[in-house]
């Protein structure tokens, strides 16, 4: 019989094609206690899906997000949680069947522990992403996303940990890029005393982007997220940005210096970026082109966002979900 109890937190928007295979997943377990899902406001089948599971289950809880944020959600799922673990699920990720049970088996007092971020696409596009995600030249060599083995981290892909530990270290918090949120947690996660630890056992595939466009704009939204850590905390989470954003500056200043003087310094950046882009689909099994092309505009959106949060000025950071007025900013205290 386990002592441990825990409670799976989910926030939701329009999920309708993947939600039954999260529940499944949360409920999976006999650890899991209660599964709670904060909806942002669905208008597909989504809360349909989830009443009628919990008309069958009792573990099933469905809340209010009205602020529609997924930290908001979140921090609105784990206040109201009794578990004394957390585990985070996602609605853009397929899990293997034991993922729960993996996650409960590997925590430990005090550690955040998720699994490295794989990704498995359906479309052409989604296809090639996932196929970039694997490559550190592609996606930067961050170990959450290509440890094979446990190791200790900066930050990890969804997570799960003590709940008492995450309401004292202040939940997720929102950002005007709607992004980051993981990254700023983990952060004052280990600033207080944690340790955050990805283990392959953990298994997951995040779902990227179906078309062009939208993985463009998601990337450029990353960007901006550093860019806005760095207006909080005085500094990057990590040096892995700098890449991009040399690379978009390269570009921008020795196009300026190619029209008024010499192309040189502009061909030799672009010579080493365009053999960057043929490394990375030379080792693609397929959809090389579009990898290529996928690699390309991570690079280049991922940099320009960064370059545009920098001169966006400082961010109004919120706790939404945690108690706090909804759009109420709050005193933006360093996290670094």
């Known amino acids: 019989m386990t002592l441990v109890k825990a409670s799976v937190i989910v926030a939701t928007l329009n999920e309708v094609a993947n939600i039954d295979h999260v529940m499944d997943t949360a409920l999976n377990d006999e650890a899991v206690i209660e599964l709670i899902i904060a909806d942002g406001g669905s208008d597909d089948a989504t809360v349909d899906k989830i009443r009628s599971r919990a008309a069958t289950d009792a573990r099933v809880r469905l809340v209010p997000n009205p602020d529609r944020h997924q930290a908001a959600g979140l921090n609105r799922a784990a206040s109201l949680a009794t578990g004394t673990l957390l585990v985070r699920l996602d609605g853009h990720t397929r899990y293997a069947d034991d993922y729960v049970t993996a996650s409960l088996r590997a925590s430990r007092p005090g550690v955040a522990v998720g699994g490295p971020m794989m990704a498995a696409g359906s479309t052409a596009w989604a296809k090639a992403t996932a196929t970039a995600m694997l490559d550190p030249l592609a996606i930067g060599p961050a170990r959450f996303h290509h440890a094979s083995d446990v190791e200790y981290v900066d930050t990890v892909y969804l997570g799960t940990f003590e709940r008492d530990r995450f309401l004292e270290v202040g939940g997720y918090r929102t950002f005007p890029s709607g992004t980051v949120e993981d990254t700023d947690f983990y952060t004052r996660w280990r600033n207080q005393g944690g340790t955050v630890v990805v283990d392959p056992t953990?298994?997951?595939?995040?779902?990227?982007?179906?078309?062009?466009?939208?993985?463009?704009?998601?990337?450029?939204?990353?960007?901006?997220?550093?860019?806005?850590?760095?207006?909080?905390?005085?500094?990057l989470p990590s040096l892995r940005p700098l890449a991009p954003a040399l690379l978009v500056a390269g570009l921008v200043s020795f196009t300026i210096i190619g029209i008024t003087s010499t192309w040189l310094l502009f061909a030799v950046l672009g010579g080493l970026w365009i053999t960057v882009l043929a490394i990375v689909?030379?080792?693609a099994a397929s959809h090389r082109l579009r990898t290529a092309i996928v690699t390309a505009t991570m690079h280049v959106t991922y940099g320009a966002g960064l370059w545009r949060g920098m001169f966006s000025g400082r961010p109004a950071v919120q706790t939404l979900g945690l108690g706090s007025r909804p759009g109420t900013a709050e005193d933006p205290t360093k996290t670094d």
């Open 281 to 283: 689909a030379a080792r």
């Open 202 to 235: 953990i298994r997951s595939w995040y779902r990227p982007r179906d078309t062009w466009r939208a993985l463009a704009r998601q990337y450029f939204r990353y960007g901006s997220g550093k860019a806005e850590l760095v207006w909080l905390n005085g500094r």
